[in-house]
């Protein structure tokens, strides 16, 4: 099991640009997050995910779109990119289990924003 | 109010010190809890969930204390490779929404 992945590992955008970050998990986990994690704030909740076709927002959601279409996949645009969003970004998941589970992290992505 | 924080440290100890770290969080309704691990620029990991009995994992040592909201991690004979920061999470009973506190550093030296 390649556990959950994400892709690309470092990424530079200008302001205005969009892009999507991709996250992957093959251990069949329904829940999926997306976090960022900036100096001095630790993880920061952007948008979870309990299972395909559905998808709530966390603590940071402004700026950032998810969906979720399949089990596996649980990308997240950023649309319009603005430097505060500068950060490094990771995907988990995790087994259903009314948040008693272990949460699995990807490797993270690294996106600075010019 | 932050939902989780963490006294940042750096907590600078010893070889063979004992360490602990506290971890308070804000919502008394809050269900689950976990101590993860996170060496430099890799993703956290888990390191222990926190039990209402309190528990331990060799040298690790979780407890928790409902009445006061807070979590703590005990780390006896601190080992090098020990040096990591140590995140505490929260689940405040929303079955996929963890809050986390900011982490604290431990750097364990010769």
């Known amino acids: 099991n390649a556990g959950v992945t994400q892709t690309p590992k470092f990424q530079v955008l200008k302001t205005g640009q969009s892009m999507t970050l991709q996250c992957a998990q093959d251990?069949?986990?329904?829940?999926m997050s997306w976090y960022r994690q900036d100096p001095g704030m630790g993880l920061r909740l952007i948008h979870y995910s309990v299972g395909a076709g559905i998808t709530d927002q966390g603590e940071v959601p402004n700026g950032y779109n998810v969906s979720r279409s399949t089990t596996e996949d649980f990308p997240l645009r950023l649309l319009s990119a603005a430097p505060s969003q500068t950060s490094v970004y990771f995907c988990?998941?995790?087994?259903?289990?009314?948040?008693?589970?272990?949460?699995?992290f990807g490797p993270g992505t690294r996106l600075t924003v010019l | 109010r932050k939902e989780v924080e963490q006294d940042p440290g750096p907590f600078n100890v010893p070889e063979g010190a004992t360490v602990a770290f506290n971890c308070t969080y804000s919502n008394s309704a809050s269900q689950s809890f976990f101590w993860y691990r996170q060496d430099c620029r890799k993703e956290p990991k888990l390191l222990m969930s926190v039990y209402s009995s309190g528990n331990e994992d060799g040298r690790f040592t979780a407890q928790l204390n409902r009445a006061s909201q807070y979590i703590s991690l005990l780390i006896r004979d601190s080992k090098l490779s020990d040096s990591a920061t140590y995140l505490c999470?929260?689940?405040?009973?929303?079955?996929?929404?963890?809050?986390f506190g900011s982490g604290t550093k431990l750097n364990v030296k010769p």
């Open positions: 999470a929260v689940n405040s009973g929303n079955f996929n929404k963890f809050y």
């Open positions: 251990m069949n986990h329904e829940y």
């Open positions: 988990a998941s995790s087994f259903p289990g009314g948040g008693y589970n272990e949460q699995f």
